[in-house]
């Protein structure tokens, strides 16, 4: 299996700049998804690497033969790489084994399958036709086609978007887990925040034509480059505070920040934003006396206004008392099922550093 | 953000033109455009010709042969039959087309099948079935009652096809936005049908222009009869380039009115193609009136043809039964309309490769260039090609079998690409980009998937074709082979000559050959919207 590496990768469509310059490393043996907002150019950039459409400018390399770019275009059917559109697009007229031996020589496609439907487990259902399969089924059986062929990277293309919500965990991690076996090079296309974050590698976020950040799930969360950022990826509290000697002074008390922005920039009373995610604030009983609460957040009184259930947890918007400005309510979340109710009082305090931008 | 992207911008554009031309370039689809490009020229050859015969017989003559009251005669005869038929077919079709997609009518899937089968009966049949029993079908009323029967499944078959897949939801909203059944009827279902109801016209008045088998025996005198006689009768080749140059005027604006009036409005399904059917509405007590109704229509259509041939048959005896050239003549016949079924179909393939899979403004103008063939009637084809044989290649071709051939997949070419053009768009060009990007090249996805995927709609597309060519006549006259006769000329033959013993089973003959297409076609539309290509 082999790595990829983009560069300076240019594409649109008459007037339309799809991709602009976008730059991508993907480690071999790696799984990375591709996150964006619908209408980003995830589908452009795939099809591109796949040598279906011809980019305008750039290079991509795959296990360091170029294949587009310096003069050079690899046609789809000389590129080895594995693609997996959406929906799976299987071959109605042919079985399943049919399907997956498809990209074999001839003399290959009687033996070749069997290994193949064992490790997607469809050993029983060789003969089948594709609307004879569930929706996993069919997704195994494209990804165990595009396998078929040896290819040096796999690109997926919103592989579980068109599964119901109760199967697509299952077949998430039994797609992922064939992957991790055969170590395969994938490249995973979703506008799934939660599949990204839970699925790959290493994410890397498509926006305005370029990857704004490409990260680890976990620094991607903990460390966004900009508040958009921090708002495409997972829920947030951005608010107005002011910088005092390493700690932002907000309404909600004088937390410990990390400044985000260029370091010349920082100085005492600059005005920033600060993001505050829904873990990071704690919920107390209004009528406790809240005098353990020592931290540098302090305690404040709020009422609970609106309540988003989710069953392992929920997502509660509290009104603070007497904050300055009447900005939007916060996001607090509640683990375990049990929260308060609408209109009840809670008391509030930050916990944790925070993360400062330049407002 | 805007700063950079404004550079990118510059960049882009001072980029050489060589370059950016270059790169589109290649991916330009080229052994498609250029057997399009032969298609197109193959299709516009009998336009072509009829201009070299035009030129031939000289501007003057020309104008003096169209401006006088002759025209007018034939001109008034023909735009009032068309006018006249066409609105009853339309009334008919879209009657007979609702109350079996949309009622509880008793017997509906039979009657589904019989209302469609006198498609198989060509025109000419129809009139000998009616003419030879009674001489009050004569003239106009003949004309308009022998057509009307022939022809209403041109209407009928869109209007059902598009009612049986017109989203009931949107009937649905309506209702519950206050509108009754009778303006949800008016408002929404017909709106729905609206542009097959044209679509259906259109073919029902392009059959009209072309059609002189049946006329020739009601004796109705229209600018095809005419020219029929002009040419092959009296040899009279500049009167005959004359109003043939008339008939394809007056083919055209049908064509480009149809394409005004559907052009206006848009129509589409919203969501997804879940096929829920509509509720059927009870008759109740009209149910005997409605079904007294539909066997009138299928008897008139069908029972008075059919009957009629068989009654000559009986009437006749046994002795003018001439079994070796009838099996001789539907040899031919099939052999004609094999023929020309592979080769329109053949023809129709990259046409509808191009369209479908190169989604460009150009080529679909290319396409939609190639329809232009409806409006050329199969007898100023055969009359171009004729002519154009004899004079000027020497005679190569001329009366030949390869002849008739090209002119039947010239002018049936329009069904073919409609057959094919529909399984292509409904085969998903995500399965030929994945068969490429599993190491295919080009040939091999086109082999291995695309061919397969489509192959019903290639089989459709022939069987309309060669279905065409059976039941076809006028054009069959002219460029037939010498010594060599189909049913449908051989029945000819005897027509015109009032054996009528020996002209029916002849008929027969063709409904017979025929109805097997026609069976594969009517079983293929009907599975056709609801067929998924690709499982959920």
Same mark, same amino acid.
Request: some cysteine; hydrophobic content about 50%; glycine content about 8%.
């Given at each position: 299996?082999?790595?990829? !590496? ?56 795959? @296990? ?41 020589? %001839? ?29 996993? !089924? !069919? ?8 396998? $078929? ?63 704004? !950040? ?26 107005? @505070? ?18 985000? @922005? ?78 308060? /109710?609408?209109?009840?009082?809670? %008391? ?9 931008? /330049?407002? | ?22 790169? %589109? ?34 501007? &003057? ?35 007979? &087309? ?29 009139? =000998? ?101 002009? =040419? ?51 008759? @109740? ?98 009359? $171009? ?26 002018? =049936? ?77 051989? =029945? ?45």
């Amino acid at each position: 299996m082999s790595e990829l !590496q983009i560069t300076g990768l240019h594409k649109s469509f008459g007037a339309t700049q799809v991709l602009e310059g976008l730059e991508l490393s993907v480690p071999a043996g790696s799984l990375t998804a591709i996150l964006g907002a619908s209408g980003s150019g995830k589908t452009t950039l795939l099809r591109v690497l796949a040598g279906l459409l011809r980019a305008d400018r750039g290079t991509i390399e795959i @296990g360091g033969r170029i294949v587009d770019g310096r003069g050079e275009h690899v046609p789809a059917e000389r590129r080895h790489v594995g693609y997996v559109p959406q929906e799976g697009a299987l071959f109605p007229h042919l079985t399943v084994k049919a399907n997956i031996t498809f990209g074999l020589a %001839r003399r290959e496609r009687r033996g070749g399958a069997r290994e193949l439907l064992e490790t997607v487990g469809l050993t029983d259902l060789a003969g089948r036709y594709p609307h004879q399969l569930s929706g996993g !089924q !069919q997704q195994r059986v494209a990804l165990a086609r595009a396998l $078929a062929v040896r290819p040096e990277i796999v690109l997926l293309d919103e592989p579980f978007a068109s599964l119901d919500a109760g199967l697509r965990a299952n077949v998430r991690e039994d797609v992922q887990a064939i992957l991790r076996k055969t170590r395969t090079t994938t490249l995973l296309v979703t506008h799934d925040q939660d599949e990204a974050l839970s699925t790959a590698d290493q994410i890397a976020v498509l926006r305005d034509g370029q990857i704004a !950040q490409c990260a680890t799930p976990h620094d991607l969360y903990a460390k966004p480059i900009d508040q958009k950022m921090a708002r495409f990826i997972g829920d947030a509290n951005l608010v107005a @505070g002011v910088m005092e000697d390493g700690f932002v002074r907000t309404w909600l008390g004088r937390l410990p920040a990390i400044w985000r @922005g260029n370091a010349d920039d920082l100085r005492d009373q600059r005005p920033a934003t600060v993001l505050i995610r829904p873990e990071q604030i704690k919920m107390y009983p209004a009528n406790g006396d809240g005098s353990h609460l020592t931290s540098e957040g302090g305690a404040l009184t709020a009422r609970v206004v609106g309540i988003g259930y989710h069953g392992h947890d929920s997502l509660l918007n509290i009104q603070i008392d007497d904050a300055p400005d009447a900005g939007p309510p916060l996001i607090v979340r509640s683990l375990g099922h049990a929260h308060p /109710p609408i209109g009840s009082k809670v %008391r509030v305090s930050v916990k944790d550093t925070v993360l400062v931008w /330049p407002a | 953000m805007s700063e950079p992207a404004s550079a990118t911008l510059q960049a882009r554009s001072a980029r050489p033109f060589g370059l950016v031309a270059r790169a %589109r370039a290649a991916q330009r689809p080229w052994l498609l455009l250029a057997l399009t490009l032969g298609v197109a020229v193959v299709l516009v050859l009998p336009l072509v010709f009829l201009l070299v015969q035009a030129s031939d017989a000289g501007m &003057a003559t020309i104008s003096k042969l169209i401006f006088r009251p002759l025209t007018a005669t034939l001109l008034w005869n023909t735009v009032k039959l068309t006018v006249v038929v066409t609105a009853l077919c339309a009334i008919i079709g879209t009657t007979a &087309a609702w109350f079996i997609e949309r009622t509880k009518l008793p017997g509906r899937r039979v009657w589904a099948v019989l209302v469609v089968v006198p498609l198989a009966i060509p025109d000419f049949v129809v009139s =000998f079935g009616w003419a030879s029993l009674s001489t009050w079908v004569q003239g106009f009323r003949g004309a308009v009652l022998v057509m009307t029967l022939a022809v209403y499944p041109l209407v009928y078959l869109p209007v059902a096809a598009s009612l049986r897949n017109a989203d009931p939801g949107q009937e649905e909203v309506a209702r519950t936005l206050g509108a009754g059944r009778l303006a949800t009827f008016w408002r929404i279902t017909l709106g729905q049908a609206r542009v097959a109801v044209l679509g259906g016209c259109l073919l029902v008045a392009l059959v009209l222009l072309a059609e002189y088998g049946a006329f020739e025996i009601l004796g109705y005198q229209t600018f095809t009869t005419e020219i029929f006689t002009e =040419f092959n009768v009296s040899f009279n080749v500049p009167t005959a380039c004359a109003l043939s140059l008339v008939l394809v005027l007056l083919s055209l604006i049908v064509v480009g009115g149809e394409r005004a009036v559907v052009g206006r409005g848009h129509f589409s399904r919203t969501g997804p193609l879940a096929q829920r059917i509509p509720e059927r509405r009870r008759l @109740g007590a009209w149910t005997p009136v409605v079904f007294a109704g539909f066997s009138l229509l299928v008897g008139l259509a069908l029972g008075v043809p059919v009957g009629s041939a068989v009654y000559w048959i009986i009437e006749s005896g046994r002795g003018y039964l001439t079994g070796v050239s009838l099996f001789n003549a539907a040899w031919h016949t099939a052999l004609y309309g094999g023929f020309a079924g592979a080769l329109a179909t053949l023809m129709a393939l990259p046409v509808a490769l191009l369209a479908v899979r190169h989604r460009r403004r150009a080529y679909q103008l290319l396409e939609r260039t190639t329809y232009f063939v409806l409006a050329m009637p199969g007898l100023v084809i055969a009359l $171009a090609f004729s002519y154009f044989t004899e004079r000027y290649a020497g005679g190569l071709l001329y009366q030949s079998a390869p002849l008739l051939v090209i002119a039947y997949a010239i002018m =049936f070419f329009p069904l073919a690409l409609v057959g094919v053009r529909a399984s292509l768009a409904q085969a998903p060009p995500a399965l030929d980009e994945v068969a490429r990007c599993l190491g295919q090249r080009r040939p091999a996805v086109l082999w291995r998937v695309t061919l397969p995927l489509i192959a019903p709609g290639l089989a459709a597309a022939f069987c309309l074709v060669f279905l065409s060519a059976v039941t076809e006549l006028t054009a069959t006259l002219i460029l037939i082979p010498t010594g060599v006769q189909t049913l449908s000329t051989q =029945f000819w033959a005897y027509e015109q000559n009032l054996a009528y013993g020996q002209a029916a089973p002849f008929a027969l003959a063709i409904i017979a050959v025929a109805a097997i297409p026609s069976y594969v076609l009517g079983r293929y539309f009907d599975r056709l919207p609801s067929r998924t290509l690709q499982a959920p």
